[in-house]
């Protein structure tokens, strides 16, 4: 059973272009989270979501970030006219339906952003 | 709100020495604590977690217990090895909060032969 897969693994953008990070969760796990580290800090939750439906973007930033979570294919968080400050590593998490909040979430690897 | 913090790494430690990395918090309620680690090039991993006051979570010889008087959830392992050498993250999720984790800045540790 596969793991919660992120690609790419590395992404360099330029300034004022768009990143697509991609998550296929664990087989079976229908919610997906989405984490950012920002250099020097701790992961900060960014949204939550299940199929076809955004539960929670409260962490997420008001302009230029987005996130889907198709009924088909992978998640995709969606960063617009991208600059400096989006350099981070984005994790991505899945977990089966919740079960209390002591629900295991499973995390991977991670992109690593840059912004040139 | 709720948070995290850990001790500054990097750590450096020689095999078998014994390890302990602080992790204090501040939330309201009765969170759920847990400790996570990255191997090198790999996602993050749950290490162990304590869900109340009092509760030692433990695996593959760490441990932490939950210490509500001094709102603490220190990691420690008696024998380091080689392979323990990752980064390490102290998190908790609120009692409010089904799904959210808050998480530390991450400790790094080397351990050397």
């Known amino acids: 059973n596969a793991g919660v897969m992120q690609n790419p693994r590395h992404l360099v953008r330029r300034r004022g272009q768009e990143a697509r990070l991609r998550c296929s969760p664990m087989?079976?796990?229908?919610?997906v989270y989405w984490y950012r580290q920002l250099p020097e800090e701790g992961l900060k939750f960014m949204v939550y979501l299940q199929k076809e439906n955004i539960i929670d973007e409260s962490g997420m930033p008001k302009e230029r970030f987005s996130a889907e979570f198709p009924k088909e294919g992978p998640s995709i968080l969606r960063i617009q006219q991208v600059v400096r400050g989006d350099s981070a590593a984005y994790f991505c998490a899945s977990s089966l339906p919740l079960q209390g909040r002591n629900t295991e979430a499973f995390f991977g690897q991670g992109t690593r952003l840059t912004v040139v | 709100g709720n948070s995290v913090t850990q001790m500054e790494g990097p750590v450096t430690l020689s095999e078998e020495a014994f390890l302990t990395i602080n992790c204090t918090y501040t939330?309201?309620?009765?969170?759920?604590l847990f400790w996570y680690v990255q191997y090198p090039g790999e996602g993050l991993q749950l290490l162990l977690k304590?869900?109340?006051?009092?509760d030692k979570g433990s695996n593959k010889g760490f441990e932490a217990t939950y210490r509500k008087e001094t709102t603490s959830f220190h990691l420690e392992k008696g024998s380091v090895q080689v392979s323990d050498s990752a980064v390490y993250f102290c998190a908790l999720r609120g009692a409010n909060s089904g799904y959210a984790l808050n998480f530390g800045k991450g400790t790094s540790l080397l351990v050397t032969p």
């Open positions: 939330a309201t309620g009765y969170p759920s």
């Open positions: 087989k079976g796990h229908s919610h």
């Open positions: 304590a869900t109340k006051a009092d």
